[in-house]
């Protein structure tokens, strides 16, 4: 089984900051198997990042991922209001599972 | 436009059984895996089952292994997921999920069903 463990485990920033969110797995996951998703409260996750790296339909360009083998980052280069919201990663490398998920609230 | 929509859901006493669906549009159903996904109230997301396209793999998690059948129907476009020996600890709001292969994802979400296990 692979643990994905997310940190910070809340994150405080301000509207305009760049907020980067950490994912590290507890064994090598190929990179095509490593998702990001979004959600927010009273809704169903929201697909942002595949294939570590690869934006979904629709996203904006200010969300990026990047990694590889066991660390993976989400990075939002500029925070919109919208944004504030709970992040998670995803593996699909052994079976499939989540991490904890980051908490991004406005400072 | 892809949607799934869960129903069946409710308010059920420890040790009892229910039965999810799922029914998927705006997509060829039968070309696609699916996955059940939950989330207890105010915590994570737990990934608890997937099903290929044609049936042929089925996997569990551990912590549902041996109570919860998913299957489907692609004649109907339909997900199901059979729980049975429910415990307080499978309360959650459940989730199907449309699986993309390649770089594996859930790519479409449906909007939840609330199954509450308590006497």
């Known amino acids: 089984e692979i643990v994905l463990t997310q940190s910070p485990g809340t994150l405080s920033l301000s509207p305009g900051e760049r907020a980067t969110l950490s994912c590290r797995a507890s064994?090598?996951?190929?990179?095509?198997?490593l998702a990001w998703y979004q959600q927010k409260p009273g809704q169903a996750p929201r697909l942002l990042i595949y294939?570590?790296?690869s934006r979904a339909t629709g996203i904006p360009d200010r969300f990026s991922g990047s990694g590889s083998g066991t660390d993976f980052t989400l990075t939002i280069s500029r925070l919109e209001p919208e944004d504030f919201a709970v992040y998670y990663c995803?593996?699909?490398?052994?079976?499939?599972?989540f991490g904890q998920g980051t908490k991004l609230e406005i400072k | 436009e892809v949607q799934l929509v869960e129903s069946g859901g409710g308010l059920v006493k420890p040790g009892g059984s229910l039965r999810l669906s799922c029914a998927a549009s705006?997509?060829?159903?039968?070309?696609?895996?699916m996955n059940w996904v939950r989330q207890a109230p105010g915590k994570g997301l737990e990934w608890v089952s997937s099903?290929?396209?044609?049936?042929?793999?089925?996997y569990y998690a551990d912590s549902v292994k041996g109570r919860f059948t998913i299957s489907r129907d692609n004649a109907k476009n339909s997900l199901y997921l059979q729980m049975n020996s429910l415990r307080a600890e499978d309360t959650a709001v459940y989730y199907c999920?449309?699986?993309?292969?390649?770089?594996?994802?859930?790519?479409?979400w449906g909007q939840g069903t609330l199954v509450t296990v308590s006497s």
């Open positions: 999920a449309r699986e993309r292969r390649g770089a594996t994802r859930n790519d479409y």
């Open positions: 705006g997509f060829t159903f039968s070309s696609y895996s």
């Open positions: 099903i290929s396209s044609s049936s042929s793999y089925i």
């Open positions: 064994q090598s996951v190929s990179s095509s198997y």
């Open positions: 294939g570590a790296s």
């Open positions: 995803q593996q699909y490398g052994s079976l499939c599972s």
